[in-house]
């Protein structure tokens, strides 16, 4: 029963993957596609938490924490860029 | 489930290769090549493979990404 | 125009050969040959629970000793070609300075980056993970540091003792293991201790934290490096 | 055992809110007209979505209480953040405002500040050259 | 500092052994030791019980403010014709500590239809969905009141 | 799954190839070379790879029970290696790249004519 729960969830996290990658590709400016970037690196988190509940393996959540980690750094190091900043 | 979840992710970092090889901007194709890295990781982590999903996740896109950024910046200097 | 035809005719070739790898690819069902004698004996034998950094660090503990040479290496010739020209007088460029929030906001969440990386390798032995990537979440926190705050500039003899000082331990123990226990590297020189817990596996975690100082003193060298921005003569 | 079912349902149904609100976010992503107003869908809508699927996750699996809740703590801290920056550097880049956007009050306060820097500067030149 | 380095270590390792417990004690006393210039930021902090109280109910005020402010973006998504009316106004803040600051520029972000574009000194900068108001006075008591009474109380 | 994975590793492998051959500006070329780089990665790990299996951290499973639970550890041990020697090959392509565009101020490859005979 959760697993099919989780099953749609996943769909619908895959579904809004798609959409932002949508902005990525048509978005006009480069801050455009830094919001899509964003969106789908947090997303991603919530991917990678179903995925470890499908597997019942917690070692999972440690990469879901890094890239976290790596996904906001990156976002903050492409704004200081763009803001010539760096 | 697991398959459906690979043809996604085939297909975005299949767009982002693209994205990065075929872009005019310099910046757009570093980004687009972070998230192929990105993408990279979660189909690790789809194979079994946690160790490897890190390192892709913290080296692989992380650091390479900003190193190229680093890099950018200073020819950007130069250049104006 | 010739030139692209050739390369789409080299591109076609290739791929014809992956399409052969590809058909011939059925899917493993069972471990064959190396695979299946660490599975057996590697949990027996090292002690570790997380068996790819027991094959790294142990088993082919040479490969990594070669690694985080080839790293020290590269860190050495960056800084070598980005030092050359000194006479070039570079003017100071105007650096945007950030914004309060950032900078308040990272005093925060930079000592949580710091405790992540520990905990990265210094459980390496039973999570995922270990000395290479604590290093690089180390030094993706000494990066934040330095976006925080543009002018900041890091010290590099702190960095080089701390590089030294661990690449000493790493190749001390490996020689101790020589002494006390099988070979080179050989983890059995203290005791292996219960298997699953945090103090366990031998020296694992020992040469994981050198190996993780180590490493992330060379990235952040090498970003330190690379992002000098000929800030230091004003005008 | 039958407790362990009803958490399991509710956890999965909160999951489900929760990725519905990451595809609302990226529905707006596409349809909103300007950067900044993406940014304010795309900000809360994933920040709600990421923090409502793991806590279904914890619904579902209590044991893993810890490490949920360091993640839900450290989405809560740096997305506010990194939007904050990133929309700082659209502002000062110039990324263009939608045209219905009604009042621009930061604009007129740095355009008093350069004026009153130029007018800061005039004088001291004056001064130098008397 | 040590509180919430030890706080972390434990939540991160999901597990109450010994050896876990001196492990992360002796990790969470060097790392402050090795930022001690960082340390400023955790002085502001008042630990009396009404703080504590009103720290509770900055919670419980944030986090249905949070939920409010989705569904109202999934309104304005949603709806054909996209109601919005943007623009940027300033509003006044009494907050002297920076990590009060942060907090308040943290839940402003997240509440419905705003979020902060810059800070300089006692002003921000905001961007608003839905401007109603373009006066100083009233906008600030629109949209930053309702956090700035806990915030006082507990970092001041 | 794994069919779609070795799939896609084998179309970034030939999307790298392209563009480190078809390029001109010496940082595509590098970014042509991470896709590639990527692309084998993902190749390496696939062939490692045992259907149904998990993976090779024994938390949960008893090591006598190893052999038959788990995949293969040899191939994932090699690509974290791999992965941390191409952070420091491209650290140092991107270094001479910066070095020549000092010296030459283009990024163009057809400009770097000084082998040429």
């Not at chain 3, 082919?60 to 800084?79: C, H, Q, Y």
């Not at chain 4, 596409?30 to 304010?40: E, K, T, W």
Request: charged residues 15%.
């Amino acid at each position: 029963m959760a697993n099919t729960l989780i099953f749609i969830a996943i769909s619908i996290t895959l579904l809004s993957l798609l959409i932002s990658l949508y902005r990525f590709i048509a978005g006009p400016e480069k801050a455009n596609r830094i919001i899509a970037f964003d969106v789908m690196s947090v997303s991603t988190i919530a991917l990678i938490a179903f995925i470890s509940v499908l597997n019942k393996r917690i070692i999972y959540l440690d990469v879901a924490l890094i890239y976290g980690i790596l996904g906001f750094i990156g976002v903050l190091i492409i704004a200081r860029y763009i803001e010539k900043g760096l | 489930m697991f398959i459906a979840i690979a043809i996604i992710l085939a297909i975005v970092s299949i767009a982002g290769a693209i994205m990065a090889i075929h872009h005019k901007k310099l910046s757009v194709a570093i980004i687009a090549s972070g998230l192929v890295s990105l993408t990279a990781s979660v189909m690790f982590l789809l194979l079994a493979a946690p160790d490897v999903a890190l390192t892709e996740a913290s080296i692989g896109s992380g650091l390479t990404t900003i190193i190229f950024f680093y890099a950018l910046n200073k020819i950007r200097n130069n250049h104006d | 125009m010739i030139k692209k035809l050739l390369i789409v005719g080299l591109l076609t070739g290739l791929a014809f050969m992956f399409y052969g790898l590809l058909i011939s690819y059925n899917g493993n069902e069972t471990l064959t040959g190396l695979g299946s004698y660490y599975a057996q004996n590697g949990a027996r034998e090292v002690g570790a629970a997380n068996l790819v950094s027991a094959i790294v660090v142990t088993y082919r503990g040479l490969d990594t000793l070669g690694e985080v040479t080839i790293l020290f290496l590269a860190a050495a010739i960056i800084g070598f070609v980005l030092k050359l020209k000194k006479d070039e007088v570079v003017e100071a460029r105007p650096v945007r300075e950030t914004s309060e929030l950032l900078t308040s906001a990272s005093q925060v969440i930079v000592p949580v980056i710091f405790l992540v990386g520990v905990y990265i390798f210094i459980n390496g032995h039973l999570t995922p993970g270990g000395g290479f990537q604590g290093g690089a979440v180390i030094a993706s926190g000494v990066l934040l540091m330095l976006l925080a705050n543009p002018t900041m500039h890091i010290s590099h003899n702190i960095v080089a003792t701390i590089e030294s000082i661990s690449g000493i331990a790493f190749v001390a123990i490996g020689i101790l293991g020589i002494v006390l226990a099988g070979g080179f590297l050989d983890n059995r020189l203290l005791p292996l201790g219960e298997f699953g817990t945090l103090l366990s596996a031998g020296a694992i975690p020992l040469i994981y934290i050198f190996i993780g100082l180590k490493v992330g003193a060379e990235l952040s060298n090498i970003i330190g490096t690379i992002s000098y921005n000929q800030n230091e003569k004003p005008n | 055992m039958s407790e362990n079912n009803w958490n399991e349902i509710i956890g999965g149904f909160i999951a489900i809110g929760g990725s519905l609100f990451l595809v609302l976010g990226s529905i707006g992503l596409v349809r909103m007209p300007d950067a900044y107003n993406r940014i304010q869908a795309g900000t809360k809508a994933s920040t709600l979505g990421t923090i409502l699927s793991l806590t279904g996750i914890i619904f579902i699996v209590p044991d893993w209480f810890g490490k949920l809740l360091l993640l839900i703590l450290f989405v809560l801290i740096t997305n506010p953040v990194s939007s904050h920056v990133l929309a700082r550097a659209a502002y000062y880049t110039k990324v263009p405002l939608t045209g219905i956007t009604k009042v621009d009050k930061l604009k007129e306060t740095l355009e008093v500040e350069e004026s009153r820097k130029a007018h800061l500067k005039k004088v001291r030149i004056q001064k130098e050259e008397e | 500092m040590f509180i919430t380095l030890m706080l972390a270590w434990l939540l991160l390792n999901n597990s109450l052994q010994t050896e876990v417990i001196i492990t992360g004690a002796i990790i969470s006393l060097i790392l402050p030791w090795l930022f001690c210039g960082k340390c400023e930021v955790f002085t502001y902090l008042r630990i009396t019980p009404k703080a504590l109280l009103y720290s509770v109910l900055f919670i419980f005020t944030f986090l249905t403010e949070l939920i409010k402010a989705n569904f109202d973006m999934a309104y304005r998504v949603l709806s054909p014709s996209l109601p919005i009316n943007p623009g940027i106004v300033e509003v006044k803040t009494k907050l002297k500590s920076k990590i009060g600051r942060v907090i308040l520029a943290d839940s402003i972000t997240l509440t419905p239809g705003t979020f902060t574009l810059d800070l300089k000194d006692d002003s921000m900068f905001i961007h608003w969905v839905d401007v109603k108001s373009t006066d100083l006075e009233k906008s600030t008591q629109l949209i930053v009141n309702k956090f700035e009474k806990y915030l006082e109380v507990m970092y001041g | 799954m794994e069919y779609i994975i070795l799939i896609s590793g084998f179309l970034l492998v030939l999307i790298g190839l392209w563009g480190i051959l078809s390029q001109k500006n010496l940082i595509k070329i590098i970014l042509g070379f991470t896709v590639f780089n990527t692309g084998i990665n993902i190749v390496m790990v696939t062939v490692g790879y045992v259907k149904g299996k998990t993976a090779p951290i024994l938390d949960v499973i008893s090591p006598e029970e190893a052999l038959t639970s788990i995949v293969d550890p040899v191939p994932q041990a090699l690509v974290l290696t791999a992965i941390v020697i191409g952070l420091g090959v491209t650290a140092l392509m991107l270094v001479y790249a910066l070095k020549l565009y000092q010296d030459k101020k283009t990024l163009d490859i057809n400009n770097f004519k000084d082998l040429k005979w």
